[in-house]
């Protein structure tokens, strides 16, 4: 069982590039998170989907901008990269309020 | 979003020392979860807690669910060091799950 895939694994960016993260679940899940996680700071929610086509924002959205294509993908958009986003992304899926599923991470460097 | 705070950020402990975490939220919760993530790993499942006062065992932990519901804990007897890593608790609200700030544990051998 593949779980939640995300990619890439690990990026380093220019400051002002713009960069897409992929996210695919295998588990026919309604709901996708993606998170941000920097050291002391926890696991922060940058944008949540509830079902294919609809997307709300976390705690801290500015700055990115996220696709629910289907069911299964959901993708995060740095637009313009700034060093203030070096940080460990996560994606995470669930039924409805259960269980939230991890991929492995994908981290990012902003230089 | 959610505020749960967690509380402590660190903990440092001799390898069969016990080990608390603990959560408090300023609103009531509808329920519970608690993760644990092994350095340089992703977030994994340990349990959810859903009834007030609401105890639950596995192995060496033990989590704890307030009677209020607005508090939980987990604790470790005996600590080894296969529990390092940094456990955290967390909660939905309107659907949308948030994370405590978690507490790192590290064990020495």
């Known amino acids: 069982n593949a779980g939640v895939t995300q990619t890439p694994k690990f990026q380093v960016l220019k400051t002002g590039q713009s960069m897409t993260l992929q996210c695919a679940q295998d588990?026919?899940?309604?709901?996708m998170y993606w998170y941000r996680q920097d050291p002391g700071m926890g696991l922060r929610l940058i944008y949540y989907s509830a079902s294919e086509g609809t997307t709300d924002k976390g705690e801290v959205p500015n700055g990115y901008n996220v696709s629910r294509l289907n069911k299964r993908e959901f993708s995060l958009r740095l637009e313009s990269a700034a060093p203030s986003q070096t940080s460990v992304y996560f994606c995470?899926?669930?039924?409805?309020?259960?269980?939230?599923?991890f991929g492995e991470g994908s981290w990012l460097t902003v230089v | 979003g959610q505020q749960v705070m967690q509380i402590p950020q660190y903990q440092h402990v001799q390898e069969g020392e016990d080990f608390t975490t603990y959560c408090n939220s300023s609103?009531?919760?509808?329920?519970i979860q608690w993760y644990k993530q092994r350095p340089g790993g992703h977030p994994v499942f340990l349990i959810q807690l859903v009834k007030s006062g609401e105890v639950k065992k596995q192995k060496r932990l033990t989590f704890q669910f307030g009677e209020a519901k607005k508090n939980s804990s987990l604790h470790i007897t005996a600590t080894q060091t296969t529990d390092v890593g940094t456990y955290f608790c967390g909660a939905y609200n309107f659907n949308k799950f948030y994370f405590g700030s978690g507490t790192k544990l590290n064990v020495k051998p």
């Open positions: 609103t009531t919760l509808s329920n």
């Open positions: 588990m026919n899940h309604n709901s």
């Open positions: 995470a899926s669930s039924e409805a309020v259960y269980t939230i599923y």
